[in-house]
């Protein structure tokens, strides 16, 4: 069985402080998948990143970044100098493969506001 | 421009209605996902599909079933919806092949009264 915990429910910052959400992970699987989506008030998830378990490089898209690390089964996001738009409900997701094809199971997820 | 459609945005029904909710992709992908999120609970996987006709339970499948006639649509069905079963449904798709990322359609926000 494999598990996603996102640890904090809820999130907030005032503009402009950087913030990170936490993200655990549990999993037999030698080969998997990461991925953050953001969903904002409209409600459709957007996808941000995917990461692959043989890439431990943490990765950086302009204010947003991320930590893998393997020996902690976490996949962190840090988003530098927050803005209002980036208020949004963050979901971490791990890959499992069932019957020949993808699953993805979610976290609970973050709620994140950023106060002006 | 990638998209996933569902039929509505916001449904009210009946407790014992049969309802069928539509999603729709352009994308000829292969796999398509229902899932429903719940405050709290995040998302759980209702029901998904590989290919045209085959269907697989995921983790939450009770009070559901699931119709794929063609590749492009995925249809969630509640065979007497009842009102734990207000929520929000979110539909995906994603490629068959490779472990890329899925893509989302708006959400339906159910309310069963």
């Known amino acids: 069985a494999q598990k996603v915990t996102q640890a904090q429910t809820e999130i907030s910052v005032v503009e402009k402080e950087d913030v990170t959400l936490d993200c655990v992970y549990e999993?037999?699987?030698?080969?998997?998948?990461l991925f953050w989506y953001k969903q904002p008030p409209s409600g459709e998830l957007v996808f941000l990143i995917r990461?692959?378990?043989?890439?431990?490089q943490n990765e950086i898209s302009g204010r947003y970044s991320w930590n893998f690390q393997k020996s902690t089964s976490s996949f962190n996001f840090t988003i530098t100098a927050s803005q209002v738009v980036d208020s949004a409900v963050y979901f971490c997701a791990l890959s499992e493969y069932l019957f020949g094809n993808e699953k993805l199971t979610f976290g609970t997820g973050t709620r994140l506001t950023i106060i002006p | 421009d990638v998209k996933v459609t569902q039929s509505s945005r916001y449904l009210v029904k009946r407790t014992g209605e049969k309802v069928f909710l539509e999603c729709v992709q352009d994308?000829?992908?292969?796999?398509m996902f229902w899932y429903r999120q719940d405050p709290g609970l995040g998302l759980r996987l209702i029901y998904f599909?590989?290919?045209?006709?085959?269907?697989e339970k995921g983790d939450i499948p009770e009070g559901y079933s699931v119709s794929r006639e063609k590749k492009e649509r995925f249809s969630l069905i509640l065979e007497s919806a009842s009102t734990n079963q207000t929520s929000m449904y979110l539909c995906?798709?994603?490629?068959?092949?490779?472990?890329?990322?899925?893509?989302f359609g708006q959400g339906t926000r159910l309310t069963v009264v």
């Open positions: 995906a798709s994603r490629p068959g092949q490779g472990r890329t990322e899925a893509f």
């Open positions: 999993t037999r699987d030698t080969t998997y998948y």
């Open positions: 994308m000829d992908h292969e796999n």
């Open positions: 599909s590989y290919d045209v006709k085959m269907k």
């Open positions: 990461r692959n378990s043989f890439d431990e």
